[in-house]
């Protein structure tokens, strides 16, 4: 299957720092990714759906100017926490949609980012 | 956006079959039936995908009537592996229509 990685795995940072995960697709290009966010025992939620060349869209409830996400090109999107605070620890996680081929369409999710703001 | 509905969370034993069925009651035409198995720590995984009738392939089936307002995982002889959290996901492939994940099926596997 198609293989989305993240980058870094985990990272601890302190109050009010910026950080940045990458998110790319290895063998597939994808125009749409996306990101959401998973609490402990609770499903993902999804933060924004980002389109390759254009602005991301941010859910309901999540802060555009905190959660700061690029898709520069058809494997690569970025998400940068601007000023973390410890709420913002969470487990990130990043799918690609493929855009052509066989498996066009289906989305792939990379392995997650544990972020521990303190 | 069709809302999905599972159960919180199933029993089995090793080399026992496991059917986890899943509602979808507003699906729309072009939506696909995707099922994902996520471990603790780990992105989700994709397992299968259908749109009707039964799909298979080397981990699992999935069995969608003709009405697709259900459709059932269906993973054969599973092992202690297999536990982890199982979610069903109902959308359309194409652009950048967003995936909605409900609260999964937590399954747990004894030996």
């Known amino acids: 299957g198609a293989v989305v990685s993240q980058h870094p795995s985990r990272v601890i940072c302190k109050s009010g720092t910026s950080v940045k995960i990458e998110c790319r697709s290895l063998?597939?290009?994808?125009?749409?990714m996306f990101w959401y966010r998973q609490f402990p025992k609770k499903s993902l939620m999804l933060m924004a759906t980002?389109?390759?060349?254009?602005?991301?869209?941010?859910e309901q409830g999540v802060e555009k100017d905190k959660f700061l996400i690029n898709h520069a090109s058809l494997t690569l999107s970025t998400l940068t926490v601007t000023s973390a605070h410890p709420e913002d620890s969470s487990f990130y996680i990043c799918?690609?949609?493929?855009?052509?081929?066989?498996?066009?369409?289906?989305?792939?999710f990379g392995p997650g980012t544990r972020l521990l703001v303190l | 956006l069709a809302k999905t509905t599972q159960p919180i969370s199933m029993d089995s034993y090793e080399g026992q079959e496991v059917n986890i069925t899943c509602s979808h009651n507003?699906?729309?035409?072009?939506?696909?039936i995707t099922w994902y198995q996520q471990f603790p720590s780990q992105g989700p995984r994709f397992i299968i995908q259908?749109?009707?009738t039964k799909v298979t392939n080397e981990v699992a089936s999935l069995f969608i009537p003709a009405d697709r307002k259900s459709s059932t995982l269906s993973l054969p002889r599973v092992s202690l592996s297999d536990t982890a959290v199982y979610y069903c996901l109902v959308g359309s492939n194409t652009g950048g229509f967003k995936t909605i994940f409900g609260a999964g099926t937590r399954l747990f596997v004894k030996a």
């Open positions: 980002s389109n390759e060349g254009s602005k991301a869209t941010y």
């Open positions: 259908g749109y009707k």
């Open positions: 507003n699906i729309a035409t072009n939506d696909y």
């Open positions: 063998d597939f290009q994808a125009t749409t």
């Open positions: 799918s690609a949609r493929e855009a052509s081929g066989r498996g066009v369409g289906t989305q792939y």
